[in-house]
C-alpha cells in the first residue's frame, strides 16, 4: 500500500473536517477535501515539469502547510521526497531535483523548480498515477529522512511505505489511549524530523487536525484555545518555549490532555513545571530517526530519576555493552545498541557510516547510559560529546542539568575549551533574561556537581544552536563564544 492512501481514504470520508492548520498563515485552516485537491494539483505541475516515478526530491518550503501539501502531490506521482531547512545534503545521497518557494535563495547544481501557490490550483480530475496505489507498493522507497546532523555530518535514512505504516502502528502502543483519542493535535516539530513527520502522518491517518505554530506565539496559543487542541509534540526546548508563555500569561487556559516530549533528554525541572502549569499528563519518549519508537514512560514515573528517558517497547532489544561489544549486566553503564522492527539497516549510499553505526542487526546510536532490569533506559550522555579533563571524563549533558536547575537560566551548553596553557577546560554558555551574577552561578552549580566539572568560564550568549529535533549542535558552540 502507497503510504498517501490513509491520508486519501479520510479525504474521502469527510471532505468537510479540517486536516491541517497553522494559525494566521496564507492558508489558516484546510479541509481534507481541499488538502486532497491541493495534492493532485501539484502533482500534475511536477509531472508536466518533468518529476518522475522514482525521483528523490528534497522540498524546500516555508509554509508549513503547502509544504506539507507538496510532499502528498510528490508522492503521488511516486517520488521519493526528503524535506530539508537547507541544501546541506549529504554528499551520499543522489538528489534527483529541488522544488522551492524560494528558488532564489538556493544555490546549487541540482536542477531547482519554483512551486509557487498556483501549484495548488488547476485541473481536479482523477489522476492516472493514483491507480498504481492498487499495485502493491509497500517495498518501494517512499520517504528520506536526514539524521540530526549535531556532528555537522547529516546522514540519510531510507524508509519504504511499508517502514512508515509499522511506525504509526506502532504509536498507537507507545503513546496509549490517551493518544489515539486526541483528534487535534499540535506537532511543535518540522516535516524535516523524522518524528515530526511520521506523527503528522499519524494524525492525518486517523481523520484528526494537524496543528503546526503560526506567524507567532500568541496567535498560536489562541488557536490552542480556539479550537481546543487536546495534544502538544515538542522537543523540550519547544514546549519549554510555550510554558514561559503561559507561566507569563495566568489568564491563558492550557487545554492539553497529553503532551510528548522527545528528541532530548527532558531535565525534571522543565517536567514538573509543565506538569503544574501546562498539563499533568506529559509522556517522556526517546527515539532515533534509524529506530522509533524505542522507548516511553509518564513523566512523573521517571522524573526522580538522572537521565531517565523512557521503559524499552516490547518489540525492542537494547543493551549496553563494553568497548568489545560483550552485553554487560543490567544496570551497568556502557555503550547503547538496539534492535527491533522499526530498524533500518544503513544509511543510503554511505558504507562507512553504516558498517560503523550498524553492526549484527544491531544499531549503535553514539549514547552511552545504562538499561534496568525492569528494561528502563538511563541516557549518561553522548560518546562523542565526552569532554577528558586530564583523564577524567564527563557528558556535558550532566553538567547543563545541573546549570538548568539555577534561577534565571533558560538554556544551557557546555563544552571543553583549551586554556592558554593547552589544558581543557569546562566552559558553559548560558541563555537568560537579564546580565547572570556569574559567580553566584558557578557556585550554585557547585552545589550539584564536582569541583572538577564546575564551569571555569560562564558566558551569556542570545540563543543556543540547536537542531529541530531540539538536540544541541556541539559543533557551533567555539565559535559562538569567539564572537563574544
Not at 165 to 194: H, K
Not at 458 to 484: C, F, P, T, W
Request: with cysteine; aromatic share 8%; proline share 6%.
Amino acid at each position: 500500500m502507497n503510504i498517501v492512501s490513509v491520508f486519501l481514504a479520510q479525504a474521502q470520508y469527510q471532505p468537510a473536517a479540517p486536516a491541517v492548520c497553522a494559525p494566521g498563515t496564507h492558508f489558516n485552516v484546510v479541509s481534507y477535501g481541499r488538502l486532497e485537491a491541493m495534492s493532485k494539483c501539484i502533482a500534475r505541475h511536477a509531472a508536466a515539469a518533468g518529476l518522475r516515478r522514482g525521483d528523490i526530491v528534497a522540498i524546500l518550503a516555508g509554509d508549513p502547510i503547502f509544504h506539507l501539501a507538496l510532499y502528498l502531490g510528490l508522492s503521488r506521482i511516486g517520488a521519493v521526497t526528503l524535506s530539508s531547512r537547507d541544501v546541506d545534503f549529504p554528499k551520499e545521497l543522489q538528489v534527483d531535483a529541488i522544488v522551492s518557494d524560494n528558488p532564489r535563495a538556493i544555490i546549487s547544481s541540482i536542477r531547482v523548480f519554483s512551486a509557487d501557490l498556483s501549484w495548488t490550483t488547476g485541473d481536479s480530475k482523477p489522476l492516472a498515477s493514483d491507480a498504481a496505489f492498487e499495485i502493491d507498493t509497500g517495498s518501494l522507497p517512499a520517504r528520506i529522512v536526514l539524521t540530526s546532523g549535531t556532528t555537522g555530518e547529516p546522514k540519510a535514512v531510507a524508509f519504504s511505505h511499508d517502514d512508515l505504516i509499522r511506525r504509526l502502528q506502532a504509536y498507537d502502543v507507545v503513546f496509549g489511549s490517551t493518544f489515539t483519542s486526541c483528534s487535534r493535535t499540535f506537532i511543535d516539530m518540522t516535516l524535516a524530523t523524522g518524528f515530526g513527520f511520521a506523527l503528522t502522518l499519524h494524525v492525518l491517518s486517523r481523520g484528526g487536525t494537524v496543528f503546526y505554530r503560526g506567524c507567532d506565539a500568541a496567535e498560536t496559543m489562541q488557536a490552542f484555545g480556539l479550537y481546543k487542541v487536546q495534544c502538544m509534540i515538542a522537543a523540550p526546548i519547544g514546549a519549554a518555549e510555550f510554558l514561559e508563555y503561559y507561566e507569563n500569561s495566568p489568564s491563558f487556559a492550557c487545554p492539553f490532555e497529553l503532551m510528548l516530549a522527545s528528541g532530548s533528554l527532558l531535565p525534571r525541572a522543565l517536567s514538573e513545571r509543565i506538569r503544574a502549569r501546562m498539563c499533568s499528563n506529559l509522556l517522556a519518549t526517546y527515539a532515533a530517526t534509524e529506530l522509533s519508537p524505542a522507548c516511553a514512560a509518564p513523566a512523573h514515573r521517571i522524573a526522580h530519576i538522572p537521565g531517565a528517558v523512557g521503559y524499552v517497547m516490547p518489540w525492542v532489544e537494547m543493551q549496553a555493552v563494553d568497548t568489545a561489544d560483550r552485553p554487560l549486566k543490567p544496570g551497568t553503564e556502557g555503550r547503547i545498541r538496539m534492535r527491533g522492527q522499526n530498524c533500518v539497516s544503513g544509511y543510503v549510499g554511505n558504507p562507512p557510516d553504516s558498517k560503523l553505526y550498524f553492526r549484527d542487526g544491531w544499531f549503535y546510536p553514539g549514547d552511552i547510559g545504562t538499561v534496568t532490569d525492569d528494561r528502563l533506559l538511563i541516557i549518561a550522555g553522548r560518546e562523542n560529546a565526552v569532554i577528558n579533563l586530564g583523564g577524567n571524563k564527563v557528558n556535558p549533558e550532566k553538567i547543563e542539568a545541573a546549570l538548568m536547575c539555577c534561577a534565571g537560566i533558560k538554556d544551557a551548553a557546555v563544552f571543553g575549551c583549551p586554556n592558554p596553557m593547552g589544558v581543557e577546560e569546562i566552559w558553559a554558555v548560558v541563555v537568560t533574561d537579564g546580565e547572570p551574577d556569574l559567580a553566584s552561578l558557578r557556585a550554585e552549580s557547585a552545589r550539584h556537581l564536582h569541583d572538577e566539572f564546575v564551569p571555569r568560564q560562564i558566558v551569556r550568549v542570545d540563543g543556543i544552536a540547536r537542531n529541530a529535533m531540539g538536540r544541541i549542535e556541539r559543533s557551533q558552540l567555539k565559535h559562538l563564544v569567539a564572537k563574544k
